[in-house]
């Protein structure tokens, strides 16, 4: 899919990010679950525009951008994240070092952990 045409970044106007669960192929292979496309070569940090967080204090801390593991797809008109599946220690990203869990509201509106750098909401 192109993107062709104004986004809402052209007018000034930064919508929140699309947050899922990334699904799994029989094979294992985490795939997007807008298109249904392989997004393993993603992996990594991604940002999170917008962010709904559960914990006040956290989201004072971390502000508009939230920084999370886990998968990308480019493939829509607003990039879709998803996250790695992780509990509050984070402790499956990068043996836990430098990383913590934080509760996000996903935009099937369910809670659910996210990796965090340890940085971002020790402020």
Same mark, same amino acid.
């Given at each position: ?5 104004? /986004? ?16 799994? %192929? ?8 807008? @298109? ?15 962010? #709904?967080? $559960? %914990?006040?204090?956290? &989201? ?12 990308? @797809?480019?493939r829509h008109r607003?990039?879709? $994240?998803?996250?790695?599946?992780? #509990?509050?220690?984070?402790? #499956?990203? #990068? ?6 869990? $934080?509760?996000?509201?996903? %935009? /099937?509106?369910? $809670?659910?952990?996210? &990796? ?8």
């Amino acid at each position: 899919m192109s993107r062709s045409g104004p /986004d809402l970044g052209d007018f000034g106007i930064v919508p929140p990010t699309v947050v899922r669960h990334p699904p799994t %192929s029989r094979a294992s292979m985490h795939l997007c679950a807008e @298109c249904g496309v392989p997004i393993e070569g993603t992996k990594g940090s991604h940002v999170v525009q917008r962010p #709904n967080l $559960v %914990s006040d204090e956290v &989201a004072d801390a971390v502000g508009d951008r939230l920084v999370v593991f886990g998968f990308v @797809c480019e493939r829509h008109r607003q990039p879709v $994240v998803h996250p790695h599946p992780t #509990n509050r220690y984070a402790a #499956n990203v #990068n043996g836990g070092r430098g990383w913590t869990g $934080v509760r996000l509201e996903f %935009s /099937d509106t369910v $809670v659910r952990w996210v &990796a965090t750098p340890e940085s971002q909401v020790e402020r």
